[in-house]
């Protein structure tokens, strides 16, 4: 009988200590958030009297590092713990830019569970903030969205594969009777139909440029284009098993979709059938399918944008009615690439920009890039 009741102790404080930690694990106040100094240094912040050890993960330089970011790398570091249980660390300032973090404590990482504004990246959620101050990094925020944005499901292919797709109604589009010019924007290999609408803030920078008249009304689509549509179905997937899924990128089955897939979207919106009223771009693997569609559909699309295109001899065009506009960092892996490409586009006379930047293989290069491209589209595109 005294060992029963001893047993039964032993589950009883098992019990209380779980919830008391779980309690305490949860005790997030209003001023636990991060806070942005007039410097543009952070503070992040998080409560937990229990914790042994507390980290914050983002991607940028939580320390005085002078060293050039050439692809998105999350670095950490060890917060400090107060006698209240508040764990923060500071930054040194940061430059304008668009950042996400996590915390991690118990072993598990997490986001801030008090920032509302946080995506998926790979296989983990991030909390978002932003640095703004300058003409670029004031694009990606808007107060209140006045387009819209739908998620279409689309099937093609032999198997029916269901895409997932973004589609982007500028201001004003369900007050007006017009077409409308489309741009068709692509991720890269470890992305889905989310990457650009979330990491790029697409969206948000062409809502504004729109506004702004630096860019001309459109809609734009953001479609899976992976071949097997694994990450639409399993946000898991992870970037090795993507890079191994590569070869498929080569069977072209997004390409061989498009003509499908525009006729299906243009019976539920407004895309314009006027000759040039179609454009492309995308990044690293998703500029090689930008290139190929161009290829594949002659005289479709007046322009083409590349951004750190991952690119070879196969992917030069066909034609002279596209014009191409490539995107490229001087720290990118796929440097050496781009500038080959961009030489043979030169040998054989076709239409071209090249925008060079700093930087690597990174979305606040890619960021850059769409916003240059994005208002170069269809000034002389009549509805």
Request: charged share 20%.
């Amino acid at each position: 009988m005294g060992k029963r009741i001893s047993l039964w102790r032993t589950y009883t404080l098992s019990l209380l200590t779980f919830f008391t930690c779980s309690v305490a694990k949860a005790q997030v106040t209003s001023d636990t958030l991060f806070r942005k100094n007039p410097d543009g240094s952070v503070v992040f912040s998080f409560h937990d009297t229990n914790a042994n050890s507390v980290k914050v993960y983002c991607d940028c330089k939580l320390r005085h590092e002078k060293s050039e970011i050439k692809r998105e790398n999350y670095h950490s570091v060890r917060m400090k713990k107060d006698s209240a249980g508040y764990w923060t660390y500071t930054t040194p300032p940061l430059p304008p830019e668009v950042y996400t973090y996590q915390f991690e404590a118990y072993g598990q990482r997490f986001p801030d569970p008090n920032n509302a504004d946080s995506i998926r990246v790979r296989r983990e959620k991030m909390s978002v903030f932003i640095i703004d101050g300058t003409p670029q990094t004031n694009l990606y925020s808007v107060e209140s969205l006045q387009g819209r944005v739908d998620t279409v499901l689309f099937q093609c292919g032999p198997e029916m594969k269901t895409r997932k797709i973004l589609v982007y109604t500028p201001p004003g589009y369900d007050k007006e009777q017009h077409a409308y010019p489309v741009l068709y924007l692509l991720h890269g290999l470890n992305g889905n139909e989310t990457s650009w609408n979330d990491r790029g803030r697409a969206v948000q920078v062409l809502e504004n440029l729109i506004l702004q008249h630096r860019a001309a009304p459109m809609i734009m689509v953001i479609p899976d284009a992976n071949p097997e549509c694994l990450i639409s179905k399993k946000e898991d997937i992870g970037l090795f098993k993507n890079i191994m899924l590569y070869p498929s990128w080569n069977k072209m089955e997004f390409e061989n979709c498009y003509p499908a897939m525009d006729d299906y979207l243009s019976q539920r919106y407004r895309f314009s059938n006027v000759k040039g009223s179609r454009a492309v771009a995308g990044l690293s693997a998703g500029a090689k399918q930008a290139a190929n569609l161009a290829n594949m559909y002659d005289s479709t699309f007046c322009a083409v944008g590349m951004f750190s295109p991952v690119v070879g001899w196969k992917q030069l065009p066909e034609n002279s009615f596209s014009k191409y506009w490539i995107g490229g960092g001087t720290g990118d892996l796929f440097h050496h690439r781009i500038n080959k490409f961009r030489k043979r586009l030169q040998r054989k006379h076709f239409q071209y920009t090249m925008y060079n930047t700093r930087g690597g293989h990174t979305w606040r290069n890619w960021r850059v890039y769409f916003t240059e491209y994005v208002q170069t589209l269809f000034w002389n595109c009549s509805h």
